[in-house]
Protein backbone atom coordinates (compact mmCIF):
# COMPACT_ATOMS: atom_id res chain seq x y z
CA UNK A 1 0.00 0.00 0.00
CA UNK A 2 1.20 3.11 -1.02
CA UNK A 3 1.47 6.48 1.07
CA UNK A 4 -1.85 7.89 -0.16
CA UNK A 5 -3.49 4.47 -0.17
CA UNK A 6 -2.82 4.19 3.76
CA UNK A 7 -4.03 7.65 4.22
CA UNK A 8 -7.16 7.35 2.84
CA UNK A 9 -7.71 3.89 4.19
CA UNK A 10 -7.15 5.18 7.25
CA UNK A 11 -9.49 7.90 7.19
CA UNK A 12 -12.58 5.36 6.05
CA UNK A 13 -11.39 3.02 9.06
CA UNK A 14 -12.68 6.33 11.21
CA UNK A 15 -15.49 6.93 9.50
CA UNK A 16 -17.06 3.20 9.25
CA UNK A 17 -15.62 3.15 13.13
CA UNK A 18 -14.00 0.35 12.34
CA UNK A 19 -11.43 -0.92 15.25
CA UNK A 20 -9.51 -3.42 13.68
CA UNK A 21 -8.77 -1.54 10.21
CA UNK A 22 -8.04 1.33 11.92
CA UNK A 23 -5.54 -0.94 14.25
CA UNK A 24 -4.08 -2.79 11.64
CA UNK A 25 -3.13 -0.01 9.11
CA UNK A 26 -1.72 1.52 12.77
CA UNK A 27 0.29 -1.67 12.45
CA UNK A 28 1.26 -1.06 8.57
CA UNK A 29 2.24 2.62 9.27
CA UNK A 30 5.06 1.32 11.81
CA UNK A 31 6.01 -1.60 10.20
CA UNK A 32 6.70 0.32 7.00
CA UNK A 33 8.51 2.66 8.76
CA UNK A 34 5.78 6.00 8.32
CA UNK A 35 6.29 9.52 9.95
CA UNK A 36 3.64 8.25 12.30
CA UNK A 37 2.85 11.83 13.58
CA UNK A 38 2.04 12.85 9.70
CA UNK A 39 -0.21 9.66 9.30
CA UNK A 40 -2.18 10.93 12.31
CA UNK A 41 -2.48 14.22 11.33
CA UNK A 42 -3.23 12.98 7.61
CA UNK A 43 -4.85 9.81 7.58
CA UNK A 44 -6.92 9.49 11.05
CA UNK A 45 -7.67 12.88 12.25
CA UNK A 46 -9.72 13.83 9.00
CA UNK A 47 -11.67 11.00 9.28
CA UNK A 48 -12.83 12.24 12.50
CA UNK A 49 -13.32 15.92 11.20
CA UNK A 50 -15.46 13.98 8.63
CA UNK A 51 -17.19 12.20 11.51
CA UNK A 52 -18.23 15.41 12.69
CA UNK A 53 -19.56 16.89 10.12
CA UNK A 54 -21.95 13.71 9.38
CA UNK A 55 -22.64 14.34 12.90
CA UNK A 56 -23.66 17.93 12.64
CA UNK A 57 -26.16 17.01 9.38
CA UNK A 58 -27.38 14.64 11.25
CA UNK A 59 -26.42 11.57 9.04
CA UNK A 60 -24.60 10.11 12.55
CA UNK A 61 -25.65 9.67 15.64
CA UNK A 62 -23.92 8.59 19.23
CA UNK A 63 -23.24 4.88 18.04
CA UNK A 64 -21.64 6.19 15.01
CA UNK A 65 -19.48 8.72 17.13
CA UNK A 66 -18.64 6.53 19.85
CA UNK A 67 -17.61 3.69 17.07
CA UNK A 68 -15.35 6.22 15.32
CA UNK A 69 -13.83 7.13 18.97
CA UNK A 70 -13.16 4.17 19.93
CA UNK A 71 -11.56 3.07 16.39
CA UNK A 72 -9.60 6.35 16.58
CA UNK A 73 -8.35 5.04 20.22
CA UNK A 74 -7.48 1.65 18.25
CA UNK A 75 -5.25 3.12 16.45
CA UNK A 76 -3.42 5.14 18.79
CA UNK A 77 -3.01 2.22 20.98
CA UNK A 78 -0.70 0.87 18.57
CA UNK A 79 0.65 3.70 17.52
CA UNK A 80 1.26 5.07 20.88
CA UNK A 81 4.06 2.79 22.00
CA UNK A 82 6.30 3.46 18.81
CA UNK A 83 5.88 6.98 19.71
CA UNK A 84 6.91 6.45 23.20
CA UNK A 85 9.96 4.52 22.14
CA UNK A 86 11.27 7.30 20.09
CA UNK A 87 10.91 9.69 23.03
CA UNK A 88 13.53 7.86 24.77
CA UNK A 89 16.01 8.61 21.96
CA UNK A 90 14.26 12.44 21.48
CA UNK A 91 16.08 14.70 23.38
CA UNK A 92 14.24 15.74 26.63
CA UNK A 93 12.04 18.82 26.35
CA UNK A 94 10.43 20.74 29.61
CA UNK A 95 7.53 19.77 31.39
CA UNK A 96 4.24 19.83 30.66
CA UNK A 97 0.86 19.53 32.08
CA UNK A 98 -2.09 18.24 30.40
CA UNK A 99 -5.57 17.58 30.37
CA UNK A 100 -9.11 18.07 29.15
CA UNK A 101 -10.87 20.52 31.42
CA UNK A 102 -13.56 19.74 33.99
CA UNK A 103 -17.39 18.93 32.72
CA UNK A 104 -15.80 17.72 29.46
CA UNK A 105 -15.12 14.01 28.62
CA UNK A 106 -13.58 14.14 25.24
CA UNK A 107 -9.85 12.97 24.92
CA UNK A 108 -8.92 12.26 21.49
CA UNK A 109 -7.49 15.73 20.96
CA UNK A 110 -5.99 16.02 23.90
CA UNK A 111 -4.48 12.86 23.64
CA UNK A 112 -3.20 13.33 19.98
CA UNK A 113 -1.32 16.43 21.43
CA UNK A 114 0.06 14.47 24.51
CA UNK A 115 1.33 12.07 22.26
CA UNK A 116 2.78 14.48 19.91
CA UNK A 117 4.29 16.18 22.47
CA UNK A 118 5.76 12.95 24.27
CA UNK A 119 7.26 12.25 20.57
CA UNK A 120 8.62 15.83 20.56
CA UNK A 121 10.86 14.86 23.44
CA UNK A 122 9.05 16.60 26.08
CA UNK A 123 8.05 15.33 29.86
CA UNK A 124 3.91 14.82 29.77
CA UNK A 125 1.79 14.72 32.71
CA UNK A 126 -1.41 13.50 31.00
CA UNK A 127 -4.17 14.00 33.62
CA UNK A 128 -6.98 12.63 31.55
CA UNK A 129 -10.10 14.16 30.81
CA UNK A 130 -13.21 15.87 33.12
CA UNK A 131 -10.09 17.27 35.68
CA UNK A 132 -11.03 19.14 38.35
CA UNK A 133 -9.19 22.67 37.59
CA UNK A 134 -6.94 22.52 40.86
CA UNK A 135 -5.46 19.00 40.04
CA UNK A 136 -4.12 20.94 36.79
CA UNK A 137 -2.01 23.37 39.50
CA UNK A 138 -1.21 20.91 42.26
CA UNK A 139 0.14 18.17 39.08
CA UNK A 140 2.03 21.32 37.97
CA UNK A 141 3.11 22.49 41.26
CA UNK A 142 4.15 19.04 41.84
CA UNK A 143 6.55 18.43 39.57
CA UNK A 144 8.02 21.66 38.48
CA UNK A 145 6.17 21.73 35.21
CA UNK A 146 6.35 25.25 33.10
CA UNK A 147 3.17 24.83 31.01
CA UNK A 148 -0.31 23.84 31.41
CA UNK A 149 -2.16 22.46 28.31
CA UNK A 150 -6.26 22.76 28.34
CA UNK A 151 -8.21 21.08 26.01
CA UNK A 152 -11.64 21.66 25.94
CA UNK A 153 -14.53 20.74 23.02
CA UNK A 154 -17.63 21.85 24.32
CA UNK A 155 -18.97 25.48 24.22
CA UNK A 156 -20.37 25.60 27.97
CA UNK A 157 -16.71 23.91 29.31
CA UNK A 158 -14.52 25.94 27.36
CA UNK A 159 -14.93 28.82 30.23
CA UNK A 160 -13.17 26.46 32.66
CA UNK A 161 -9.90 27.42 30.65
CA UNK A 162 -10.52 30.94 31.78
CA UNK A 163 -11.62 30.13 35.06
CA UNK A 164 -8.13 28.39 35.35
CA UNK A 165 -6.34 31.07 34.31
CA UNK A 166 -8.10 33.44 37.15
CA UNK A 167 -7.41 30.66 39.51
CA UNK A 168 -3.51 30.75 39.04
CA UNK A 169 -3.68 34.77 39.54
CA UNK A 170 -5.69 34.07 42.80
CA UNK A 171 -2.73 31.93 44.06
CA UNK A 172 -0.42 34.56 43.04
CA UNK A 173 1.18 31.74 40.19
CA UNK A 174 -0.23 33.17 36.91
CA UNK A 175 3.50 34.26 35.94
CA UNK A 176 5.09 30.98 36.77
CA UNK A 177 3.17 29.32 34.24
CA UNK A 178 2.62 29.89 30.78
CA UNK A 179 -1.21 28.13 29.93
CA UNK A 180 -1.90 26.83 26.55
CA UNK A 181 -5.44 26.66 25.03
CA UNK A 182 -6.97 24.51 22.81
CA UNK A 183 -10.12 21.95 21.36
CA UNK A 184 -12.62 22.58 18.81
CA UNK A 185 -14.45 25.71 20.31
CA UNK A 186 -10.92 27.33 21.51
CA UNK A 187 -9.07 30.40 18.80
CA UNK A 188 -6.81 32.68 18.83
CA UNK A 189 -8.97 35.35 19.39
CA UNK A 190 -10.20 33.29 22.61
CA UNK A 191 -6.63 32.80 24.09
CA UNK A 192 -6.35 36.77 23.56
CA UNK A 193 -9.64 37.35 24.96
CA UNK A 194 -9.30 34.87 28.57
CA UNK A 195 -5.36 36.13 28.74
CA UNK A 196 -4.09 32.85 27.65
CA UNK A 197 -0.57 32.75 26.83
CA UNK A 198 -1.30 30.75 23.64
CA UNK A 199 -3.11 28.90 21.20
CA UNK A 200 -2.79 25.96 18.86
CA UNK A 201 -5.26 23.93 16.47
CA UNK A 202 -3.77 20.91 15.93
CA UNK A 203 -1.40 18.45 17.71
CA UNK A 204 1.21 19.93 15.03
CA UNK A 205 1.09 23.51 15.94
CA UNK A 206 0.47 22.61 19.73
CA UNK A 207 4.30 20.64 19.70
CA UNK A 208 5.92 23.80 17.84
CA UNK A 209 3.88 26.15 19.85
CA UNK A 210 5.48 24.22 22.94
CA UNK A 211 8.63 24.47 21.83
CA UNK A 212 8.36 27.88 21.50
CA UNK A 213 7.38 28.60 25.04
CA UNK A 214 9.81 26.68 26.13
CA UNK A 215 12.76 28.33 24.56
CA UNK A 216 13.26 26.01 22.13
CA UNK A 217 13.58 26.39 18.56
C1 LIG B 1 -15.90 12.06 19.07
C2 LIG B 1 -16.88 13.03 19.70
C3 LIG B 1 -17.51 12.63 20.88
C4 LIG B 1 -17.15 11.35 21.62
C5 LIG B 1 -15.90 11.63 22.48
C6 LIG B 1 -15.03 10.41 22.70
C7 LIG B 1 -13.73 10.78 23.37
N1 LIG B 1 -13.24 9.85 24.15
O1 LIG B 1 -13.16 11.85 23.19
C8 LIG B 1 -18.44 11.12 22.47
C9 LIG B 1 -19.42 10.32 21.63
C10 LIG B 1 -18.27 10.44 23.82
C11 LIG B 1 -18.96 12.56 22.58
C12 LIG B 1 -19.79 13.00 23.59
C13 LIG B 1 -20.39 14.27 23.60
N2 LIG B 1 -20.30 15.21 22.64
CO1 LIG B 1 -19.00 15.14 21.20
N3 LIG B 1 -18.04 15.15 19.60
C14 LIG B 1 -17.18 14.30 19.09
C15 LIG B 1 -16.69 14.85 17.71
C16 LIG B 1 -17.45 14.13 16.59
C17 LIG B 1 -15.22 14.72 17.41
C18 LIG B 1 -14.28 15.27 18.49
C19 LIG B 1 -12.88 14.78 18.19
O2 LIG B 1 -12.40 13.84 18.80
N4 LIG B 1 -12.26 15.40 17.17
C20 LIG B 1 -10.97 14.97 16.65
C21 LIG B 1 -9.84 15.59 17.45
C22 LIG B 1 -8.51 15.09 16.88
O3 LIG B 1 -9.92 16.99 17.29
P1 LIG B 1 -9.93 18.01 18.50
O4 LIG B 1 -10.52 17.38 19.71
O5 LIG B 1 -10.47 19.30 18.05
O6 LIG B 1 -8.37 18.18 18.86
C23 LIG B 1 -7.43 18.77 17.97
C24 LIG B 1 -7.31 20.29 18.14
O7 LIG B 1 -8.48 20.91 18.62
C25 LIG B 1 -6.11 20.47 19.01
N5 LIG B 1 -6.27 20.44 20.48
C26 LIG B 1 -7.10 19.74 21.25
N6 LIG B 1 -6.89 19.97 22.53
C27 LIG B 1 -5.87 20.83 22.62
C28 LIG B 1 -5.26 21.41 23.72
C29 LIG B 1 -4.23 22.35 23.51
C30 LIG B 1 -3.59 22.99 24.68
C31 LIG B 1 -3.82 22.68 22.18
C32 LIG B 1 -2.76 23.68 21.96
C33 LIG B 1 -4.44 22.07 21.08
C34 LIG B 1 -5.46 21.16 21.31
O8 LIG B 1 -5.26 19.40 18.63
C35 LIG B 1 -6.07 18.23 18.41
C36 LIG B 1 -5.38 17.33 17.42
O9 LIG B 1 -5.19 17.89 16.16
C37 LIG B 1 -17.07 16.38 17.83
C38 LIG B 1 -17.29 17.11 16.51
C39 LIG B 1 -16.24 18.14 16.22
N7 LIG B 1 -16.44 18.81 15.11
O10 LIG B 1 -15.30 18.37 16.96
C40 LIG B 1 -18.31 16.31 18.75
C41 LIG B 1 -18.69 17.52 19.60
C42 LIG B 1 -17.46 18.16 20.23
N8 LIG B 1 -19.50 16.91 20.67
C43 LIG B 1 -20.51 17.64 21.01
C44 LIG B 1 -21.45 17.31 22.03
C45 LIG B 1 -22.63 18.23 22.19
C46 LIG B 1 -21.27 16.17 22.83
C47 LIG B 1 -22.17 15.71 24.00
C48 LIG B 1 -22.63 16.82 24.95
C49 LIG B 1 -23.33 14.93 23.35
C50 LIG B 1 -24.42 14.47 24.28
N9 LIG B 1 -25.55 15.07 24.08
O11 LIG B 1 -24.21 13.64 25.14
C51 LIG B 1 -21.23 14.70 24.73
C52 LIG B 1 -20.29 15.41 25.75
C53 LIG B 1 -20.37 14.94 27.15
C54 LIG B 1 -19.33 15.68 28.00
N10 LIG B 1 -19.73 16.09 29.16
O12 LIG B 1 -18.21 15.93 27.60
C55 LIG B 1 -20.58 18.93 20.20
C56 LIG B 1 -20.17 20.19 20.99
C57 LIG B 1 -21.06 21.36 20.69
C58 LIG B 1 -20.59 22.59 21.39
N11 LIG B 1 -20.42 23.62 20.60
O13 LIG B 1 -20.38 22.66 22.57
C59 LIG B 1 -19.67 18.60 18.96
C60 LIG B 1 -18.95 19.81 18.35
C61 LIG B 1 -20.60 17.94 17.91
C62 LIG B 1 -21.63 18.91 17.33
N12 LIG B 1 -21.34 19.51 16.22
O14 LIG B 1 -22.65 19.14 17.91
N13 LIG B 1 -18.50 13.33 21.55
Redesign the pocket.
Known amino acids: MNKDELLRSMNEAIVAGNKAAAAALGAEAVRSGADLLEVI?KGY?PG??K???L??QGEYF?PE??S??EA??AAMAVLKPELDRKNIEAQRGGKVV?G?VE????????N??ASMLQAGGFEVYDLG??VKLERFIEKAEAVGAGII?????????MTNQKRLIGLLREKGLRDKYKV???????SHKWADEIGAD?????????VK?VRTMSGGD
Open positions: EVLQVGEWELLISAMKITGDIHDIGKLVADCLSALLTTTLVGGAPAGYAENAVAAL
